[in-house]
């Protein structure tokens, strides 16, 4: 069983609505959790993280994490096109070698 | 933006060729970090090392080797590339500290072996 899994998608939206994006993981160690956003043909960009429980808002986005059921999601609000990505989320292994697995991602298209 | 300059951004090269990939980082991090992005399998770490001459394997490193000599730079060789390394490889840096820092990623090199 993959460790982090995200549904692929593509996820369409349209503009305006709330985008949410969903991962689960296996590892109840887990402490940290990151999202990703990922344009084509580029990098891999931060734009959230997550340690406790509960809600954390960025402007657009709110990230949610539920330890006891093993999922953590972002949410977007009022999307846009230029939100259209992959979205990848990630959990930290902690200790003192510290690692990111990741998810495969989830496509997101907001139309116009 | 993260300091962090890869190189070289595109390579094609033969079958049984050395490549090595540069990874070179101006923010002093401590972590550095070596993924390949495949379609269908998302990113892969493939070694990451903890200080200087401190590295160790990711899930998929055969094939692969690494060296850090200074603070600020990460290579990964490949001793006899195949085609099964055609990848986008992405290295990544992230702060000493406690255990939940971010990484940051630089922009990647496409390679490609015929």
């Known amino acids: 069983q993959k460790e982090v899994e995200q549904n692929s998608g593509p996820l369409s939206v349209p503009e305006g609505a709330i985008a949410s994006l969903n991962c689960t993981y296996s590892?109840?160690?887990?402490?940290?959790f990151f999202w990703y956003r990922q344009y084509s043909g580029k990098s891999p960009e931060l734009i959230m993280f997550i340690y406790s429980n509960g809600d954390k808002e960025d402007g657009r986005f709110t990230a949610q994490l539920n330890k006891a059921s093993q999922y953590v999601s972002l949410l977007i609000r009022d999307s846009q096109p230029s939100d259209s990505a992959t979205y990848l989320c990630a959990r930290g292994s902690g200790g003192s070698n510290y690692k990111l697995t990741f998810g495969k991602g989830t496509l997101l298209t907001v139309n116009p | 933006d993260a300091g962090i300059t890869q190189s070289p951004r595109h390579k094609v090269t033969e079958t049984g060729t050395p490549v090595t990939l540069r990874c070179h980082q101006t923010?002093?991090?401590?972590?550095m970090y070596w993924y390949r992005q495949d379609p269908g399998h998302g990113l892969r770490l493939i070694h990451y090392s903890y200080g200087v001459k401190d590295t160790d394997k990711g899930e998929v490193s055969d094939g692969y080797s690494v060296s850090r000599s200074k603070t600020e730079d990460f290579l990964l060789t490949l001793e006899s590339a195949t085609s099964s390394q055609t990848s986008v490889y992405f290295c990544a840096i992230s702060d000493q500290g406690d255990s939940n820092q971010p990484q940051h990623f630089g922009d990647g090199t496409r390679l490609s072996i015929l």
């Open positions: 590892d109840r160690g887990s402490q940290s």
């Open positions: 923010e002093n991090h401590r972590y």
